[in-house]
């Protein structure tokens, strides 16, 4: 409550710009280089892009930390960004599996999922 309103900008753009559009080019590559199958949607595209892009972001967030000269850079290396790298698993973890369950049971609710990509005729 003692922050800058410029503070939310900028959290949101990372947070959900950043956040959306790594997910979705990742995505995106996958999709352009690997077989259309169930399992690498669910492992390679839910499990690994929501780990790396949980990491990217949290390396961002401590960069523009370090940049605006909120807190020290080595702080930051060993007490902040571990623990992004740790939850980083954590996240993925539940993604996919969540991802997983909207797959199975409300597949329409899954805005990158199309049945005829990846379960015709397999």
């Not at 990217?56 to 060993?78: C, E, K, N, P, Q």
């Given at each position: 409550g003692h922050s800058a309103p410029v503070n939310l900008v900028v959290t949101s753009l990372i947070n959900a710009y950043l956040s959306v559009s790594i997910c979705y080019l990742f995505f995106l590559v996958i999709e352009a280089f690997m077989p259309r199958h169930l399992f690498i949607y669910l492992f390679l595209s839910a499990f690994f892009g929501s780990a790396?892009?949980?990491?990217?972001?949290?390396?961002?967030?401590?960069?523009?930390?370090?940049?605006?000269?909120?807190?020290?850079?080595?702080?930051?290396?060993?007490?902040?960004?571990?623990?992004?790298?740790?939850?980083?698993?954590?996240?993925?973890?539940?993604?996919?599996?969540?991802?997983?369950?909207?797959?199975?049971?409300?597949?329409?609710?899954?805005?990158?999922?199309?049945?005829?990509?990846?379960?015709?005729?397999?």
């Open positions: 790396i892009n949980f990491i990217i972001v949290g390396t961002v967030s401590a960069l523009l930390l370090a940049i605006f000269g909120a807190y020290d850079w080595h702080m930051l290396v060993y007490e902040f960004l571990p623990y992004y790298y740790l939850l980083g698993f954590a996240e993925a973890f539940i993604t996919c599996g969540l991802i997983t369950v909207f797959v199975v049971y409300r597949p329409k609710w899954v805005f990158s999922f199309r049945d005829e990509r990846y379960l015709k005729g397999k």
